[in-house]
């Protein structure tokens, strides 16, 4: 079945540790976005990608990175100065960016910072 | 984009039919209304959009004002399954473009 997945579903780190969040997609969508959730709170953006090899931050990036070297793949670095990385990240995509018809979300990576 | 004004919650019984406002007053004309929801835990997923025109499909209605301030979402026999946040995001299309979730109204379908 088409679709996006992540991985992990769940996952654990020490401060400190730069952490990867994988999202893989099969829809043959050229754009894919990262969502941060926090408990109560809606989704925030933290980068998106229109087309490999180009990303652009969304509203809150600082303390993560991404890359996008293949269409179906967009992952998600935590990186040691996020200042409280532990919530819910949402993964992505759409046929075109924003052109027309909406988003396909995966099923999320809750990142614990222990 | 435009910004969305969501009660915070609301409840119907199960059976019947749950209407979900949405006030966007300073909507723009090129700017879409789109609904999501999110069940616990899960990823949103996509429910309907419109520009003006009233919008029918599988999940839901969408009834959009004639001065498209406000809209409202209908899920006509709401189940227990339809328990969820419901987003209301307004966005105009381009590349420069983001879709913005807010807090959302969390609806709770009783049995």
């Known amino acids: 079945d088409g679709g996006i997945t992540q991985s992990p579903k769940y996952l654990f780190r020490k401060e400190g540790q730069n952490v990867t969040l994988s999202c893989e997609q099969n829809l043959n969508h050229d754009a894919m976005y990262w969502y941060r959730q926090d408990p109560g709170q809606g989704l925030r953006l933290i980068y998106y990608s229109q087309i490999v090899n180009d990303f652009q931050k969304g509203d809150i990036a600082e303390g993560y990175s991404v890359s996008r070297e293949k269409k179906e793949s967009f992952p998600l670095t935590v990186t040691s100065a996020q200042k409280n990385p532990t919530a819910f990240y949402l993964c992505?995509?759409?046929?075109?960016?924003?052109?027309?018809?909406?988003?396909?979300f995966g099923e999320g990576s809750r990142l614990t910072v222990l | 984009d435009a910004k969305t004004t969501q009660p915070p919650s609301m409840d119907c019984a199960e059976g019947r039919a749950a209407n979900l406002p949405c006030n966007h007053s300073t909507i723009s004309g090129n700017e879409y209304v789109y609904w999501y929801r999110q069940i616990h835990s899960q990823g949103p997923q996509y429910i309907i959009h419109g520009l003006k025109n009233n919008e029918t499909n599988e999940m839901a209605s969408l009834i959009i004002t004639e001065d498209r301030k406000s809209s409202t979402l209908i899920l006509p026999h709401a189940t227990l399954r339809d328990t969820a946040v419901y987003y209301c995001?307004?966005?105009?299309?381009?590349?420069?473009?983001?879709?913005?979730f807010g807090k959302g109204i969390t609806l709770s379908v009783r049995p």
């Open positions: 995001i307004v966005r105009a299309l381009g590349a420069n473009s983001k879709l913005t």
């Open positions: 992505a995509s759409s046929p075109r960016h924003l052109i027309a018809g909406e988003l396909f």
